[in-house]
C-alpha cells in the first residue's frame, strides 16, 4: 500500500509564498509521474503541475512563472514553491502520484489567500 502525505499548506496574504511538500511512502519501487492538482470551492479539479521521474516538469498555462514543481526522488518527496499568491490560487491542494503503475492521491491539504 501507498500513501500520499501533503504539507505545508495555510493562510497567506496576497503576494506571499508557500511552499508544498508530499512524501510518498509503503512499498515503492518505481513513482513514474508526481504531480499536484487543486480544487477551489465550487469547481473541478485542475492539474496544477507535474513532474516525471527524469525531471520533466509540465505546469498550467495560467500558472507558468510563479509557481514551480521539483522533486526529491531519493526522498520520494515532490514540492511546489508557490510565489505571487493571489486569492483566486485559493483551494484544496492535492499530491498525485503514479507509483509501480497504479495511481494515488493524497489526502489534500488547504492553501488560503487572503486579499
Known amino acids: 500500500q501507498v500513501q500520499l502525505v501533503e504539507s505545508g499548506g495555510g493562510l497567506v496574504q496576497t503576494g506571499g509564498s508557500l511552499r508544498l511538500s508530499c512524501t510518498a511512502s509503503?512499498?515503492?519501487?518505481?513513482?513514474?509521474?508526481m504531480a499536484w492538482y487543486r480544487q477551489a470551492p465550487g469547481k473541478q479539479r485542475e492539474l496544477v503541475a507535474s513532474?516525471?521521474?527524469?525531471?520533466?516538469?509540465n505546469y498550467a498555462d495560467s500558472l507558468k512563472g510563479r509557481f514551480t514543481i521539483s522533486r526529491a526522488s531519493a526522498k520520494n518527496t515532490a514540492y511546489l514553491q508557490m510565489n505571487m499568491l493571489k486569492p483566486e490560487d485559493t483551494a484544496v491542494y492535492y499530491c498525485?502520484?503514479?507509483?509501480?503503475?497504479?495511481?494515488?492521491w493524497g489526502q489534500g491539504t488547504q492553501v488560503t489567500v487572503s486579499s
Open positions: 513532474i516525471t521521474s527524469g525531471g520533466t516538469a
Open positions: 509503503g512499498t515503492i519501487f518505481s513513482i513514474n509521474i
Open positions: 498525485y502520484a503514479i507509483v509501480q503503475g497504479n495511481a494515488y
